[in-house]
């Protein structure tokens, strides 16, 4: 027996892609339904080789659904996630809203699957930030072996993860740089984003950070460990889909950069490509639609006793957002919802 799912937000770019990924991982599916704002109601989406109009979320009763992969942003979602929790469909939500909720479980299942049991509590559980997922698949296995003291982290973020607004603005920008009179002027961003990064995502908090490199830092230590120590700088790059990480990490205990190859080869979900030649390292262009967290670049830091840099790629839309969703899906199936 399958499951019955539903994906709120379905004609967004993470909408889009939990409807992809669900299909080509072949989860159990009995019936889905892809439901939408009004104003997108009737919009056909795809579904493996089905082809699917959206229904209406504002008057969807989540009644006899078994889970709801949710990709409808913060303010949608604290309306619509209570009514189908209440209902007794499991939400699996996208959004900041829950991240930080004592009662709801934030999961990256190559990390920290046990604690999806805690969703009986609220029948939520919360998928994390795009930059906080991917950088989490590759601490994990190095924390279990070596306990990590601190991390430094510096991103290069794509436009995507500003959702279809920042994708038609980079292109648009780039398109008016070669056309006089057709220039762009920022509305997404804060300034420019064709041929420029910008160090700034989400909104400015008392103490500098940007809410965005909070995430980083409250996310990681419910994940992995509260005693971890991380600070980060979060920036805008124009690249459209593909995140990129540069981490440092401090060990308490030394851990040989060869060992750490051989943890993060054997790690779930990590693809190494390390080669100390031109080209032997992976960049965004090359992780779209593939699944996994990529890591390059894996050294020695000799300014610290036990440090070390990588490089930490991956598709945002995916491992960042609804890959994750759908793996946190197949496994509250695997433990809590089994079917006979």
């Known amino acids: ?66 889970i709801a992969l949710f990709a409808i942003g913060s303010e949608a979602t604290s309306k619509y ?7 007794g469909c499991v939400v699996i939500d996208n959004s900041s809203l829950y991240r930080y909720d004592p009662e709801v479980p934030l999961i990256v299942p190559e ?30 296995p190095l924390h279990d072996r070596a306990r990590i003291k601190r991390v430094v982290v510096s991103t290069y973020q794509s436009v995507s993860g500003a959702g279809k607004a920042g994708i038609d603005e980079l292109w648009d920008q780039t398109k008016g740089m070669y056309v006089p009179g057709q220039e762009v002027a920022p509305k997404k961003f804060t300034k420019q984003i064709a041929f420029n990064v910008i160090p700034h995502i989400d909104v400015f908090m008392e103490d500098g950070q940007t809410k965005e490199e909070w ?3 409250a996310e990681t230590k419910k ?14 790059v124009p690249v459209f889909v593909g995140h990129s990480e540069a981490v440092n990490i401090e060990f308490e205990d030394f851990l040989d950069e060869d060992e750490a190859r051989d943890i993060l080869r054997a790690a779930p979900g990590v693809m190494v490509i390390d080669k100390r030649e031109d080209g032997g390292y992976v960049t965004p262009a090359e992780c779209v639609g593939d ?10 830091d000799p300014t610290i006793e036990n440090g070390l840099n990588l490089w930490c790629v991956s598709d945002n839309l995916r491992k960042g957002a609804a890959l994750n969703a759908v793996q946190i899906a197949e496994t509250l199936g695997n433990r809590a919802l089994k079917k006979e």
């Open 1 to 66: 027996m399958g499951y019955r799912v539903v994906v709120a937000g379905a004609t967004g770019n993470v909408g889009r892609e939990m409807l992809n990924i669900l299909a080509e991982r072949r989860f159990p599916v009995d019936e889905i339904a892809a439901l939408a704002s009004r104003r997108s109601l009737g919009t056909e989406v795809s579904f493996g080789d089905k082809t699917l109009k959206t229904r209406d979320l504002d008057t969807f009763d989540f009644t006899g659904w078994d």
């Open 81 to 87: 996630a209570p009514l189908a929790a209440k209902a």
């Open 111 to 140: 990390c920290n699957a046990d604690a999806i049991m805690g969703y009986s509590r609220k029948n939520i559980i919360a998928n994390p930030n795009c930059s906080t997922a991917q950088m989490v698949v590759a601490l994990k």
């Open 215 to 217: 995430k980083m830092v």
């Open 223 to 236: 994940i992995v460990d509260p005693a971890i120590k991380v600070t980060a700088t979060c920036v805008r």
């Open 291 to 300: 699944f996994a967290t990529f890591i390059s670049r894996i050294r020695q």
